[in-house]
């Protein structure tokens, strides 16, 4: 068990390029998070997955920010024409977690730093 | 949506004892509570579910008041280890698997 590993850590991108961030969850796990952290705020929820679904994600997301999960295991998260308030960590994370049953214990990747020029 | 946490920051000596509170405006499912220090990932302490049930850490303890909506983090016998931010997550009846952070209390535990 490695834990939850995302990459790149840092990025930096000038203002209207494309962004995409993988996040590796822990093996068995079939439930993984896509959250945004800004200075002195906690983790924002974006989306999240059980298995290959895409369960729920987040009304104040823009229509430019995409995600995927598609066999179940790694996650891609994409941001298009980035924009300057894009800038924060993104972070990921996974559970061991079954439908009929609330959020388990989520653990968190290292996360992506993303600065927008 | 986003639970209030307070106070919004606290400094301790070692060996001091101190609470953080959590509150919500909607009626809760459970309560998760994380530390993350400077530049690191959140890690997992404990979560609260409603009908009383716990799970995590032996040496910090929490609360869940359900008809209040609230929860609290007790830090006892504070070491320096236990520096960081505390960020609880509050996951709503209906709105079930994912969480709200609240915007985290600052520990300082000083020698």
């Known amino acids: 068990d490695t834990g939850v590993s995302q990459n790149p850590r840092h990025k930096i991108t000038k203002r209207g390029q494309n962004v995409t961030f993988r996040c590796d969850p822990i093996?068995?796990?079939?439930?993984l998070y896509w959250y945004r952290q800004t200075l002195g705020q906690g983790p924002e929820f974006l989306t999240y997955f059980q298995n290959e679904a895409q369960l729920e994600k987040s009304r104040l997301l823009s229509d430019r920010f995409s995600a995927e999960r598609p066999k179940g295991s790694f996650s891609t998260l994409e941001i298009q024409r980035t924009e300057q308030g894009d800038s924060a960590m993104y972070l990921c994370?996974?559970?061991?977690?079954?439908?009929?049953?609330?959020?388990?214990?989520?653990?968190f990747g290292p996360g992506t730093r993303l600065t927008v020029l | 949506q986003q639970p209030v946490q307070s106070p919004q920051a606290v400094i301790l000596r070692e060996g001091e004892d101190a609470v953080i509170n959590c509150s919500s405006s909607k009626a809760l499912y459970s309560v998760h509570w994380y530390r993350q220090k400077h530049g690191e990932a959140p890690v997992f302490l404990m979560i609260l579910l409603k009908g009383g049930e716990q799970k995590g850490h032996d040496k910090i303890s929490a609360s869940f008041n359900e008809k209040k909506q609230q929860s609290s983090l007790y830090l006892t016998a504070s070491q320096l280890s236990y520096s960081g931010t505390y960020f609880c997550g509050t996951e709503i009846l209906d709105s079930w698997g994912k969480l709200q952070f609240g915007a985290g209390t600052q520990v300082v535990v000083t020698p």
């Open positions: 093996s068995e796990h079939n439930r």
């Open positions: 994370a996974s559970s061991l977690t079954y439908l009929d049953r609330g959020a388990d214990t989520q653990y």
